[in-house]
């Protein structure tokens, strides 16, 4: 069950970024592992039994580790200094399919779903999508929560030209949508599981939308 993060959360957040090594680490590992990652997994089981109960999507979590992949980063900074969760149909296709998120950070958190970094067949179905039904898709953006915003780079030369709604969305190398918080207050209470569900569920239309974009046949062009 989760009981919230606390403030040694956010010092061991602060404290990582600030001593990324070893030595640090070590020292910290039993405070890592009682503030951070064991609040993190009461969290992301939670919300992911919630979640799949009241939209009955199959999906599994994922709990990121704080050990980078060295092979990765060269830079001698060993562990994440954000860590977060993920909740997708399957975690090894990350990058091509749709997922929901919660990262933490030693600033704030934010949540959403959306593509990681969505491949360009994808995306030019997803337009296609857009060209064959606008008002469908319309529908569903005017459904999202105010706290969210679009993410996602836009091409320099656009693929199309749109008006109104559909303007924002169209023109994205990858696609998602995010809600960022500044402090971690409400993740200290318990009831921040809740809260977490209840903005993954609004968000089940949009990844409804874009998951058979991975399925489908590519564009003939």
Not at 44 to 53: I, K, N, R, S, Y
Not at 80 to 99: C, I, Q, V, Y
Not at 139 to 160: C, N, T
Request: with cysteine.
């Amino acid at each position: 069950m989760f009981t919230g993060f606390n403030e040694k959360t956010t010092e061991f957040l602060w404290g990582i970024g600030l001593n990324n090594e070893r030595g640090w680490f070590m020292e910290h590992k039993q405070e890592y592992a009682d503030h951070l990652q064991t609040p993190l997994r009461a969290l992301a089981d939670e919300v992911w039994t919630c979640f799949t109960e009241k939209t009955k999507l199959d999906l599994n979590f994922h709990v990121a580790r704080i050990h980078r992949d060295a092979r990765r980063f060269r830079d001698g900074r060993p562990y994440k200094e954000n860590l977060w969760f993920s909740m997708e149909r399957d975690h090894k296709a990350w990058t091509a399919e749709p997922g929901f998120f919660f990262e933490i950070t030693p600033e704030g958190y934010s949540y959403g779903m959306g593509y990681f970094m969505a491949p360009a067949a994808v995306m030019k179905k997803f337009r296609d999508r857009l060209d064959a039904n606008p008002a469908g898709f319309e529908r569903i953006a005017l459904g999202l929560p105010k706290d969210f915003h679009i993410y996602g780079d836009e091409y320099s030369r656009p693929k199309g030209i749109k008006e109104g709604l559909l303007a924002e969305w169209y023109n994205r190398k990858t696609i998602g949508v995010i809600a960022e918080y500044k402090g971690h207050d409400k993740l200290y209470a318990p009831k921040f599981a809740k809260t977490l569900c209840d903005a993954f569920v609004s968000l089940a239309p949009l990844y409804s939308f874009l998951l058979p974009l991975s399925g489908e046949p590519g564009p003939a062009d």
